[in-house]
């Protein structure tokens, strides 16, 4: 079974320029979660959606980053300018059903610099 | 504000040698205690999780004691390999809020 696929793996731009990320969860998962990780913060959720309706997006940084989850199988998280304290590895997870101990599926990342 | 902190940052352990990390939770509505396994450009994968109403679960090699008490947990793994070397991630979360608290990563190295 294909896993959470995130797209692209690499991107680097300049500063101010629009980035976004996409996301494709695993088929029949209601739930998917953006998380950032750096150095200084580590692992950091962003935000987080059931069944397509954000839930919880106060881990957002600020007005700059948007997501949206347009229908089941695609998500995307956009920022907006883009500024170089943005750069770091974000990723897509997803999961199926209630109940705090189902397993959240990452994908590889997408490793994002702002030059 | 970190609500899950972990130990060591790093740790390089021989060969079948004993690995342990620990981690320490504040927020006692916690109620799932997983640990993930990432390596280098990978996504955290889930390893092992345990629930507070158990002190400790197996699956093969890897170990995880609770105290609930202490508000601590670790990951031990045992007779440990070069093919662990990975950064391991301890995390908690509660009921219907679903979201994952990462503890801040601890690098393993196995050496051969």
């Known amino acids: 079974d294909a896993g959470v696929i995130q797209s692209p793996r690499h991107e680097v731009t300049e500063m101010g320029q629009e980035v976004t990320l996409r996301c494709k969860p695993i088929?029949?998962?209601?739930?998917l979660f953006w998380y950032r990780q750096t150095m200084m913060r580590g692992l950091e959720l962003l935000i987080y959606?059931?069944?397509?309706?954000?839930?919880?997006d106060s881990g957002m940084p600020e007005d700059r980053f948007s997501a949206k989850m347009p229908n089941a199988s695609f998500s995307t998280l956009k920022i907006q300018p883009s500024e170089p304290r943005d750069s770091a590895v974000y990723f897509c997870?997803?999961?199926f059903g209630a109940g705090s101990n189902q397993p959240q599926h990452f994908g590889d990342g997408t490793r994002l610099s702002i030059l | 504000q970190q609500q899950v902190k972990q130990s060591p940052q790093s740790l390089i352990v021989q060969k079948g040698g004993i690995s342990i990390i620990n981690c320490a939770y504040e927020?006692?509505?916690?109620?799932?205690f997983p640990w993930y396994q990432q390596f280098p450009g990978k996504g955290p994968a889930l390893l092992i999780a345990?629930?507070?109403?158990?002190s400790e679960k197996k699956e093969g090699r890897f170990t995880i004691s609770f105290n609930k008490s202490a508000k601590q947990f670790s990951l031990h793994i045992m007779d440990s390999q070069p093919g662990d070397s990975a950064t391991y991630f301890c995390?908690?979360?509660?009921?219907?809020?679903?979201?994952?608290?990462f503890g801040s990563g601890t690098q393993l190295t196995v050496l051969p």
């Open positions: 997870a997803s999961s």
């Open positions: 088929s029949g998962h209601d739930y």
């Open positions: 959606f059931n069944n397509n309706v954000p839930i919880d």
């Open positions: 927020n006692t509505a916690f109620d799932y």
């Open positions: 345990i629930r507070p109403d158990v």
């Open positions: 995390a908690a979360s509660s009921g219907s809020a679903r979201q994952l608290t």
